[in-house]
Every structure is written in C-alpha cells, then in structure tokens.
C-alpha cells in the first residue's frame, strides 16, 4: 500500500511501527531482541541486550535487585531504522511481579510480535498479555521459535493458537524440517525459499515437489514433507491483512532466533503489514496521529537510570504532531507549562537526546518528580488520554517504619513512589498507618530497597487482615459517603485521593455489595 504523505507529520507517521515482544519467559524474546536490533544496525555486538545471568551489562541494569536475581524490573524503549522505516520496539519485563508495568506498556504500543516456543506452544503468559493486546484489539505477528530443536507439529501449534486464544492463524512461512533437520522455511505466498545457512538470498522454486527444495531434507523426510507442505498450502487461512489489522488473525512465521533465522521475514513483515501509529482516545475527542499540535501521554516513570545522576525519566508516547526539543508544554493535570529541555531517545546501550520527535515515537523525558503516570502533555489543548489502567493490588501490606520521627519523609517518598507506579498506596481514613498494595511480591521488594537506598528509609512490612481492594464509587454522592462512615476502618485514600474498600476476603465483599446495591466496586481503575 502506498501512502501519499501531504505533511512532514504524516510522512514521519507513516514510516513508524512502534510495538512490544510478548511471550512466556524462555521462549526466546531476549534472543529475538537482539537479533532485531542487529538487522536495524543499533547495535554491532549480540548479547548487549543481555543482562540477565551474568551477560554484558547493559543500562537497563541499573539496580541491584535486578542483578541479583536475574531479571528485568525495567520497562525501556528502543529505537532502530530498517528498510526506511522507524522501530519503536517498547522492552516489557518478562517477570509476572511486574505485569503492571508491562499492562501499562501495551498501552503505547500500536502491534505486538508474539513469541513462541516451538516445542511448548502457547503458554500461561503469553496467553495473559494476548489477552491483554485484544482488549485493544491491537494486532499481533506470530513468531514460532527454537525451529532448530525438537519441535511439535506445526498444524499442531497453529491449532493450538486457534483454539486457545480464539484467534485465526495465517501461515507466512512453514517450516523446512524441524529439529536436527531444520533447514530453512517456504514462503507460502510467494513460493520462495530461504536457507537456515544464509538468509539473504531468497530462490524461487515450483511448489513443494521441487527438487531443490526437497534436497534440503534427509531422503526419508522428503515425501511427509512434501505433503505436509501441499496440504499447508491448500488448506490452511491465507494471510488477509483487514484481519490482521482489526485483531482476529495473526500472521505466523517459523524461525530460530539464537540462529538468526526467520527474523528477517519477521521485520519484513512488521514494516510490511503492521500499522502506523493510530489515533489515540482522549477523554472528549480522538486524537489522530497526523495533527499538527503535539500531544502525549506518561505510560512509565523511571527512576535512577544513571545512579550517578539519580535522575528520573517519564517514558511519553507522542500521540500527534512534532515534538521539538525544548518545547513549551502542558501538564494538563496541573494546567502548568513545562519546558522539554532535554527529550531522550534510547537505543540498545545508549540515549541521544531527541531533537524531534513524531506520533508513535517514545521519549524520555527527564524530570524531579513533576510527571506522573497517566499524565498528558499538550500545547495548551485540555484533554486527558485514557486508557493507562491501575489494577487493584493483590497483595495488601502495611509498611512499618523503624525511625518513626520519619514518617513524614515516608509519606512523600511514598507518594514518589505511588507516582511511579512502583506500588499503589493508600492511607486510611482512620489515619492509621499506609498500605501498600501490589500485583506481585518482588513489587515489595524493590520498594524496601529504593526507600532504604534512595531516602535512607529503612522499612519492614506486616500483615494487615485485608486481602482485597475495590475502587468504589456512586453516582449518588450521599451514598458514598453513608458508605464510607459505615467502614472508616475499611476504607482508604488513593493517590488522587479516591476512595478504596478494603475487604477480609471475597466474602466479605460480596457480602457488603449485597447489603449497599448502588455502591460500584471496581477492580480497575483508569489514570486520571
Ligand atoms: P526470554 O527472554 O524469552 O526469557 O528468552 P531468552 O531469549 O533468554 O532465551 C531463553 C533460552 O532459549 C536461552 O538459552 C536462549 O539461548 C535459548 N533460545 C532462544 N532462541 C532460541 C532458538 O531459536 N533456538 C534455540 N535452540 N535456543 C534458543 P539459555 O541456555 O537459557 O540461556 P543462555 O545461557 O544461552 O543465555
């Protein structure tokens, strides 16, 4: 398709695909990362994405926690030119204690690349963050992985897919072999064939009888081969790319990414089919992409990327428009300006600062606090993107400090943190002492750690006889707050100050919204 670009804007738009990796941990997305950021040349040396069991450091591999066990707290961006197209591939953490991170991400991301393992199919995680893109109907490229081990039938997997995620399938490439015979893949749509020792060259041949083809295999796989592939072609969904784009069929291509093979096909077709970045909803209008007047949203704080410079960076998408460094803008939450001095762009080892930026692309936006999650950024327009979700916390504990003289300083490096998005905090109403809520336990971790290293707030935690927090609301104010005198004990502040009920057990919840219909118990709840 050509696009036939009228504005500088809408020829940047138009060349840009910003999207997340999902997949269960081990299926190979690390592997997979580097090897994109190789063919976009962003990086000369594979393994510097690495920073997970002892590998190369990287900047992402800022915190001891992280270090110490093996995993990536951070969510970052990256950036790479290929084929005169402009990547944005947005890193989530592949741990489940840090889904709230990677939930927020998949909200600045326009398609997603799901990865794999070929010897497991779809497993638990992937399956969630799938669950997650279709809420958003955002469409996703299918990457079936470890081809060159011991793999499951490919109609199997692609079954799989189908009746599991309820998702149509559309085989790209098919698989030459699996295992110890793996020897390339077979471009069903153009009848062209690449070889696992070199990529580059694609050769055409006449359908799965081929000669040249069928050499690729050892003599006594040729004939289940060939049929394999005959019944492939004919049988199977051929790529529809309407489908693709609302969501409900997925492109899947056959690769190996520690062989670095496949993924060529892989970005290919992201450049190809994947779209450019698309309007984004504000509270009272949606935004196209194309406008000319720069608009953005915070979907991550960041902070202590550099631990020399302690500094803390907001992660914006620009949604319209051109950003230009050192830029006036509007923090519309707080209706104050404020200068861009200082946007980044980050690539796999390095940040540049951002002279321009355009719709679709992430930057970083260095900052002492002021951002938030959720904010939105405009040249004066009042409008709020929606859609940066806080789930309500699955684990609930109340922090206690050992200097109690600082229990000032604990609220607003608590409020720091609650900005963040590092955990949710709630005070109570009957002034006893904040809870902290999480998704996942590491979540606790990383809180104790930054409050003793970065405030000198040493902490521990104890139990509180809650297990379960709702967002409550009404449209009957008076009602609320009959609600909320009923329970002081139960009820808590968020960060914007709204109310949360806090209940022993799902019992208990079910119990009081049966005995008060109006009140609305929301697990869910949108930044402001
Ligand atoms: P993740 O980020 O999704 O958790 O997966 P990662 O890329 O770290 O890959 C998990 C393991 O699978 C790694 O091995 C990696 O080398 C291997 N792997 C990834 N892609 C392929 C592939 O296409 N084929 C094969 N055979 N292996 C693949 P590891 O031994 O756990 O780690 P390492 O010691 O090699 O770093």
Redesign the pocket.
Known sequence: MTIHATTPEADAVARRRTFAII??????????TEKLLLFGGAIQLAGAV?A??G?AATRSDWMGIERERGISVVTSVMTFEYGGRVFNLLDTP?HEDFSEDTYRTLTAVDAAVM?IDAAKGIEARTRKLFEVCRLRDIPIVTFV?????EARDPFDLLDEIEKTLALDTAPVTWPIGRGRSFAGTYDLRRNLVRRLDDDTEAFAVNGPEDGRLLAMLPEHERDAFAEELGLAREALRPFELAGFREGHLTPVFF?????NFGVRDLIDAMGEFAPPPRGQQADTRLVEPTEPRMTGFVFKIQANMDPNHRDRIAFMRVCSGRLTRGMKAKLVRTGKPMSLAAPQFFFARDRAIAEEAFAGDVVGLPNHGTLRIGDTLTEGEEIVFRGVPSFAPELLRRIKLTDPMKAKKLREALQQMAEEGVVQVFQPVDGSGAIVGVVGALQLDVLKERLAAEYSLPIDYEPTRFSICRWITCDDKLELDRFVNAHTSSIALDLDREPVFMAASAFSLTYEQERWPEIRASDVKDYQ
């Open positions: 997949s269960h941990p081990d299926a190979g997305k690390t592997t997979l690495k997970k069991r590998g592949g990865v992985n470890k081809l060159d081990r690769g190996s990414a520690l062989r």
